[in-house]
Structure formats: structure tokens, C-alpha cells
């Protein structure tokens, strides 16, 4: 079993562990340094559903912080994998981007989704492929009512097929608004079948933790979870027995930290950034 | 005050009231005409948002029951003069299809959303009308990421924007599947924006039976709706102290409602199919 791992959150939300907008926080390129030289190993996890691994290497590369894609877990990657592990027969039906598919499709699933992007008309009778046994779904600015569609008569037609969402954030903020989250297209379909997904992956679900722990078979009592949003980071380490670390460059602001009236939902340690882990150097 | 009202529900589910797929129910035109001969006022009701009054009428007429545009409610004409009596203030943000959007135009109100059909990029920064003064959503087979996240930063960045609902229901039965429904698009933008609607107008809400009972001056104890779905129409009437007829003909099955095991649920009287009513004129 490895020593320890930081995880970090490296959503593309504009401000958060590692970035500010497009540029590096200061520091954070040394702070990675300096875990991995100590022999920790550094998992950068995200619930972003979109983008691919591969975009994450080139961001993290980018920045000057070398990283290869098993150092990648997203909410794509690890639903991907659950459908593995979960022994899933048959096609996979993807409500979801690129990203999400390129995963699916990783895992040796053939799926269905993205080629049903751009159709506009519901043909009656309504019937989907009896070979799907399961849907997932997270963010997908393609969303249609066909693809709904298609997906809640899997669900509600196709014997056993399974229901999972990569993840269950209600919104996406991005340059000057908030819009709508996977969380959004997750309640549309939840709302059409009459029940919720079986599984959500993306934190502060743990099948997303039990995931990086096996895959990385790591300690979760040597392991912290670095964070910058309280509800869904520092919630999700906390669930697992990590250690967490919030820093303040992100969503949660030190007032509303502050605010926190339940000690079982404050962070063990807090810092203004994660330049704060360098000075552990000197 | 009008000495009574049936309300008869007439949405363009496959079976329901007074129709069975395209066909009308054998004694249902001779059933309105008899309640008619009595001087009885009989409003035809509809949680459907997608279609005009005047497709009612004319589907009412093809099937040899006279009916003018004021016979008929929609949870979209019904949510278009709540945004009247409601002196919404501005401009109206319409998640819903052509149906909705010519009734909320009929009441006045400068609105916009069947005009983002098929937009596919979301722009940053994202930016909306700031005279967007109410969103109204019902089912929207056109519905966009682009439409939600319009929908959603109205609500969330202009003071004071309205949220309604035409109606929740989750589903739409189609010929050989059951499809999403209005509350399936609603749930999405809920969940966007972190708070339910302010109002949802269709059954079994009442907002829908006082835009009935004021438009056409009924007494409610006088009133009978009559209706073939249990936890809408049923509902909707026993909500608003209107007697309560239950017919066979449409969703609701006889071992259904013998199911009941609270009495609260129970319709007041049921019937085969509104060719009983016939019965009562011999």
C-alpha cells in the first residue's frame, strides 16, 4: 500500500485548487514537487464529465506540473470503470460529451449517444435498442429531448438496465454566470423514469473514492483530500476517513468557513492557498 | 353564479375522457350534448402546454362535440393569465413550445424562447435580457441546454424574475412508450436554479381550478370534474371541494382505485366510461 496521496480538485470551475481563471495559483507547481519528492502520490480528481483526461494532463503539463493520465481521475473516468467493475452487459446509452463517451468507450463498452445529437423530431412508435444495459448520464450541453427520451425507455423498457449519474452538481459556473449542471440533466431524466440513478460517482459520492483508493491501492488514514468547496471536496474526503484540507482559492470563501456551525462539517486544516504547503519545505 | 360545471379532462394522452387513441368514446358527444340540455357549463381541461386552444377545438368539433375557444383550459392559457392577474412586470422567458407561447403573446407580453430553437453554442460571457421579468416552462421537445441556461440565469440574476411551472407531470404516454413530460423539463431548471417554482399552475393545482371557477363564475359545490387519472384530476377536484367522477377509459384502472386504502383518495363516484352519464336521461 502506497504511503499517502493528496488529492486535489482540478475542476475547470475558473478559480479552484490549482488555477485562477487560465493562470497557475502561485506556488501550486512547487507544492506538487514537493509531496511527490516526500513520495506522495498526487491524484488530481475532478467532477467535471466533459473533458477528457488527456485535457487535464495538457492543462496540469502546461502549468509545469508533470502528470501522465493514471494521475487523472474525473467523474467520466471513474463511471466508466463502475461500469466495469459493475459487470454491465450489453451497449451503454450516453447522455453525456465527449469526455464521458471516450471513457465508455475506453472500458470496452459499446455506446450510443453522441450520434444522436442534432435530432430534433420523436418518431412514434418510440423504441430504443433492446441490447442497452445502462445509461449514464452527466452534463451534456447537447441535451435534446430525444436523447431524454431515448434514455428514460432504456430505463423504464430495457429489463435491468441500469440508472448512473457521473455526478450530481447542480450548476457550472463560468465566465460572468452560473448555468446549469450535470445535476440539471440528471434530475430530467431522474424526474421522467420516477426513481433516482442507482449510482452517482462524482463527489462527494464514495464509489468515486473507492475507485481512486483501488486503483492506486492507497491508505485512506495516510491519504488528504485538498479542496476548495466545502459540500462536495471536503464532504467527500470526510465520508472516506481522509484527512482535508481546504483552501481558499476556490468557491468556499473563509467567512463562510467561519460560518460553519457543525464540527462535523469543518475541514481539519485550512490554508489561503496551496502555495501554504511549500513553506512546509523550509 | 353558473348553476354547475363538468370539467372533463381532454389531454392528448392516447386514452383518457373522451377519446380512446384518434377515436372518440362511443356516447361521449351524446353525454355533453345531455349535460348541456340541462343548462350545465361544461369547461374541457387539459394539463397539456404544447397546444393550442383552438387544436382542442377542432379536435372536439371533428368528433361531433361543438366547443368555442372559451370552453377550453390548458395549463398554458391557464398560466398565461396568472402572469395577468399576477401584473408580472416585462418581458416573459418561454421554456415550452408554440402552444404556450401564443398564449402568453394572447395575454400581452412581449416574450421570447421558441426563437432559441436550435441554438447549440453557449456564448461567454453569458448575458440575458435584464427586462426578463418571469420564466414559464412546460414541455419543451425543443428544450436546449442554451433555453435552460437562459431560463436559469434569469431567474438567478434578474430581481425579482418570476419561476412558474405549467405543469408537473412527469410523464407523456406516446403510442408504445411513455415519454418525458413537463416536469421532466421543469426539474432540470429546478435544480439549475436551487429552488422550485413559484407557482405551478396545472392539476392538480389550484391555481388551474380558480382561473376556471373565477372565468367562467362557478360554484365549486356544484361543480363535478371529471377525470380519468387518480393523483391529477381526482386530485385535483377533491383539492378544490368539487365532486369527483373517475372513468375507466383512460390511466387510472379499475383495480387501481379499488387499491385505495385511504379514503381521502377515493373519487366520489366512478364509471365505466362517460357513456354512463347517457344513462341517466332515460
Redesign the interface.
Known sequence: MRSSLIAMEVSNAKNTVLWRGSAAIDGAKEAVAYLRSLGKKVVFVTNNSTKSRDTYVKKLVGQGIPASIDDIVTSASACAAFLRKNEVKGKVYVVGEAGLAAEVTAQGFENLGLEHN?I?E?P????VDPQIGAVVIGL??????YK??YA??SI??NPGCKFYATNTD??FP????????G??????????V?RQPDAVIGKPSQVLLQTILSTHNLDPARTCMVGDRLNTDIEFGRLGGLKTLLVLTGITTQEEMEAIDNDDQRPDFYVESIDAINQLAK
Open positions: 442534432g430534433t420523436v412514434q412508435p418510440f423504441t451534456d450541453r447537447a441535451i435534446s429531448y431524454l427520451s428514460a425507455v423504464l423498457n447542480a450548476t463560468v465566465d460572468g454566470a452560473i448555468l446549469p449542471g445535476g440539471s440533466c440528471v434530475a430530467a431524466l431522474a424526474t421522467a420516477g
